[in-house]
């Protein structure tokens, strides 16, 4: 993932093996939380554009939920830095409508911390 004007890009290095589905949009966070990036196929499936999700808080914003108060994955998987594979999870796109959605939570194991989300659409 790299900026289109500026060439910028992340780095994630998996622990292990991973193969998104070909409709998974993927997702950068730092480590409270906040979007810095998206891919392509984040609009495709929110319909948000990546200048309408900077800054924003990942759960909040795309409308994440189908957990239990406590047991927010993203933060879960920030704050003990664990993986969190499979969530079973509703976003709510830009238009209002609830989505039904897999997410992967991938933590940052460097000094700037940092998240990886991949989010995938299920039926």
Known sequence: MACDRCGFGFLFELMDDY??????GFVVCDKGGRILASGRGVF???GYREQELLGAD?????GLGGFEGAQNPAALS???GVRRLGEKMEMRTRAGQQKPVTADFFPAY???GGLLVAITPRS
């Not at 193969?19 to 998974?24: D, G, H, K, Q, S």
């Not at 990942?58 to 795309?62: A, K, S, T």
């Open 58 to 62: 990942l759960v909040q914003r795309l």
């Open 19 to 24: 193969y998104p589905a070909p409709n998974t």
């Open 78 to 80: 920030l704050e003990w």
């Open 110 to 112: 460097d000094d700037d």
């Open 44 to 46: 495709e499936l929110s």
